[in-house]
């Protein structure tokens, strides 16, 4: 489901972030909370780290051990900047309580502690819960904070009428109720771009990695894929509600839950796992770098260097995985391909390959740059089908992951509408 970033911020109501936290996991979301110093007052983070399962922050500075992970997700090899990398990640930015204080400084843009920091950066739907005395609420400074935000795009939970919290107080400024601002943070997440479960009911096949095709019991032919892009396409997927497979090769990157990897070295081995799961898959991401050729006869033990002028290695052709898969696929099954391609005639030449082996779409990088594509976190690609083509500007590999995904939402689409004649 949705990673949701909560920011709690300080008030007595903050007791009653803890309850919507509980009913958003129970919803099945992956929650991450960000405090302020005055909210850890009122509720420590002990409190939320067991109900979310993930560590809380409250500095800008201070390192997140699982690096703007959320629950569920495999955390990156690197450390990213915990305020970006949050809200990255994030679906929906809930920030519950809202107090007066922290209203004013999102108004104004101010980015003084790792709250307001990411809300400076999110990019995701911004949902805001205030609750404070009421004198403060009605106070002309907030009711303008409140149409500043409103008017940029902010859902405002209006805080309910009611006994307040300091003793004998009675009026506007008590929190929404947690289901209600739950109810909130899902409307916003419809609206948003990102649409829960948009692939529920779809089995997916990704490959990834790269193979390696042995000389001899040590030495391999091989080639510089990390299997990012794939399980970027892999854990996407499986957030938006599908079934996936992942056949990897040679990857080394840490596992998603829900997800099920089969592991492979050869592209022999690729193509087993690969044939042996297809019957059963509804799509086929081959993000996999597999090998072209092979040594024709690899040698069972190792090649020793004394008494060698040279070592020559025949190799022969493998078998094209993705080309077979096209030639038996039933009605219906989409193929989604990768070419590594360069220079000016990459589109041309990966359309060409799209044409060649009945492919739906093909995902094009280009591998002249060493800034995009290969063992590193970034992609800009092309996705290629038949209605034409979708330029992805760098990004993220799992915003490129999002972008091929959509473009498999699209076919599936057209397939329906044209009543489910599939390709051939
Ligand atoms: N592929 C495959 N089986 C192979 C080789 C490649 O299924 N034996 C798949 C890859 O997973 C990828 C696509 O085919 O999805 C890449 O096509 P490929 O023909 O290998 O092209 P490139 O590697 O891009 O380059 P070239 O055209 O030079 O072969």
């Known amino acids: 489901m949705a990673r949701i970033l909560l920011g709690v911020s300080g008030g007595i109501a903050a007791y009653k972030a803890v309850e919507l936290v509980r009913l958003a996991t129970g919803a099945g979301h992956s929650v991450r909370v960000v405090q302020t110093e005055a909210a850890e007052r009122f509720v420590g983070r002990a409190t939320f780290e067991g109900i979310t399962g993930a560590p809380v922050l409250v500095d ?105 919290a300091s003793r004998g107080e009675w009026g506007a400024g008590r929190l929404a109720e947690p289901p209600e601002i739950l109810a909130a943070i899902e409307e916003a997440l419809r609206a ?96 996999a770098a597999v090998a072209d050729f092979r040594p024709a006869e690899p040698v069972a033990e190792k090649i020793e260097k004394a008494g060698r002028e040279g070592l020559t290695v025949e190799l022969e052709p493998t078998v094209d995985v993705i080309a077979e898969l096209a030639a038996e696929r039933s009605a219906g099954q989409l193929l989604v391909g990768f070419a590594a391609e360069h220079g000016d005639a990459a589109v041309d030449r990966a359309r060409a390959k799209l044409e060649r082996k009945g492919l739906d779409a093909v995902v094009v990088n280009d591998v002249s740059r060493a800034d995009i594509g290969f063992d590193v976190p970034e992609n800009e690609v092309t996705i290629i089908t038949a209605a034409g083509e979708q330029q992805v500007p760098r990004a993220s590999k799992e915003d490129v992951a999002a972008a091929i995904l959509e473009a498999i939402e699209r076919l599936r689409a057209e397939h329906v509408h044209a009543g489910g004649a599939g390709p051939a």
């Open 60 to 164: 800008e500075f201070e390192p997140d051990p699982v690096r703007g992970a959320y629950p569920g997700d495999p955390a990156p090899d690197h450390s990213p900047i915990s305020h970006l990398e949050l809200v990255r990640r994030a679906d929906v930015y809930a920030i519950a309580p809202a107090s007066a204080n922290t209203l004013a400084k999102l108004a104004a843009g101010i980015a003084d502690n790792l709250l307001t920091a990411a809300a400076l950066a999110s990019e995701a739907p911004l949902v805001i819960a205030p609750a404070m005395n009421d004198r403060m609420w009605s106070h002309p400074a907030t009711r303008a904070n409140v149409e500043t935000l409103r008017a940029r795009g902010a859902t405002i939970l209006p805080p309910g009428t009611g006994a307040l």
């Open 192 to 287: 948003g771009p990102f649409a829960p479960r948009s692939l529920d009911g779809l089995r997916l096949l990704v490959t990834a990695g790269g193979t390696r095709e042995p000389i001899d019991p040590v030495r391999f032919v091989g080639n510089r894929s990390s299997g990012r892009m794939g399980f970027a396409v892999a854990e996407e997927a499986a957030r938006r509600g599908a079934e996936v497979m992942v056949v990897a090769a040679n990857v080394s990157l840490a596992r998603a839950e829900g997800i099920r990897y089969v592991d492979v070295e050869t592209a022999a081995e690729l193509r087993d796992a690969v044939r042996e799961a297809f019957p059963a898959v509804d799509a086929v991401v081959m993000a």
